[in-house]
């Protein structure tokens, strides 16, 4: 609902997973980019010989895939219902669904310890076959798999594999399409272990006292109604977003929402009414469901708010979203379709609140997949 006085954002709605779909338009009139135009590309700008190379090259990276970058969407949902980890890394490796052809690549070590070079090459196998096997079940792409394959997809999942003789890590699933049943998964670990989000039981009183400063700081304030574990886990993701964003949008009233979803099926919402100029965020139950999603959630409607305020000041003054260098940025990665996420697509507010928030939440994944978005969203 956009009004001269009032602008509401009821965002970070659940999204149901997208089926295997060929690329997405990438623009006004323009497809997204195949490994065929890149390498007309490099023939152009560096010659047959550089074309040699690429083609020789394995991909072993996300961004070894520059070339299919705007086709593959970043799926930041959480799966429930999975198997324990420990189904996925017994038996060896799962089958492939009949019909597709999978060509299976890892960055390189999966994590695997040993005390020999033999124990640690055993470890090894089992452990990317373990990973195979989530990954395979994450994006349907395994024998018993009913659904759709999911293919043009990333997502990152937090993994303790150290009982399987592995470690605790951030590893990257990402499916690449290769025509109408063949597909690229990569599998990469990119990172330690992200400490979860703790409660008033977990955290030291100095670190409590420091985010209540911060939140004060700020002019932030709670809304009656909010449960001392929910507010402290919501000051830590505020205090993940550097402060000097955050204090361009000061006087926010932080609302603990009732019921798993808001009215319009979102997890959050922004608001921004005036005059008096009043800006409030809203969480739902559903935000709270796990880390990453409320991580992502808090990011998303700082987004908004961050997005909004040039409006606030002078209605005359687009919102960053519908203003001429996001729009250009956008442009340069493949439009509104090529969003980073399935949400981001709806719109260029949402595609806005969800670049922010990968941002804050995935900077080297929204680098690589959606590079002038990153390098606009950067520049605030």
Request: charged share 25%.
């Amino acid at each position: 609902m956009r009004q001269a006085a009032i602008r509401s954002r009821s965002e970070r709605t659940p999204r149901g997973p997208a089926p295997w779909r060929s690329a997405p338009a990438a623009g006004r009139g323009r497809t997204a980019p195949t490994r065929a135009d890149a390498v007309v590309a490099l023939r152009r700008g560096a010659g047959n010989a550089a074309v040699a190379r690429y083609l020789a090259r394995t991909p072993t990276s996300l961004a070894d895939f520059a070339a299919d970058r705007e086709s593959i969407r970043v799926d930041i949902d959480q799966v429930t219902g999975l198997p324990p980890l420990e189904d996925h890394f017994t038996g060896g490796r799962k089958s492939v669904r009949a019909g597709l052809s999978l060509d299976i690549r890892f960055s390189g070590p999966m994590g695997g310890m040993g005390r020999t070079e033999a124990d640690r090459a055993t470890i090894e196998t089992s452990l990317r076959d373990g990973l195979v096997n989530l990954a395979m079940t994450l994006f349907n792409l395994d024998g018993a798999a009913v659904a759709p394959p999911l293919v043009g997809v990333t997502r990152i999942e937090e993994l303790d594999l150290t009982p399987h003789g592995g470690s605790q890590g951030r590893y990257r699933f990402t499916t690449v399409p290769r025509g109408n049943d063949a597909a690229v998964l990569l599998v990469e670990l990119i990172a330690a272990w992200r400490p979860g989000l703790e409660n008033s039981g977990e955290m030291s009183k100095r670190r409590q006292r420091k985010l209540r400063e911060r939140f004060n700081r700020l002019r932030f304030s709670a809304a009656p109604g909010w449960a001392v574990d929910d507010l402290v886990m919501v000051q830590q993701c505020l205090g993940e977003i550097p402060e000097p964003v955050l204090a361009r949008i000061p006087d926010i009233t932080f609302v603990r929402g009732h019921g798993d979803l808001g009215p319009g099926g979102e997890a959050g919402e922004y608001h921004f009414t005036a005059p008096p100029p009043q800006r409030t965020i809203t969480l739902f139950d559903f935000a709270f469901r796990s880390d990453a999603e409320l991580r992502f959630t808090v990011a998303h409607e700082v987004g908004h708010a961050i997005s909004g305020r040039p409006r606030e000041d002078d209605r005359r003054r687009p919102e960053l979203d519908d203003g001429a260098a996001y729009g250009r940025a956008t442009r340069a990665d493949g439009g509104l379709a090529a969003g980073i996420t399935e949400f981001a697509r709806r719109s260029r507010d949402e595609h806005f609140a969800e670049s922010f928030a990968m941002f804050m939440v995935e900077p080297d994944t929204l680098r690589t997949l959606r590079p002038d978005t990153h390098a606009f969203v950067a520049s605030l």
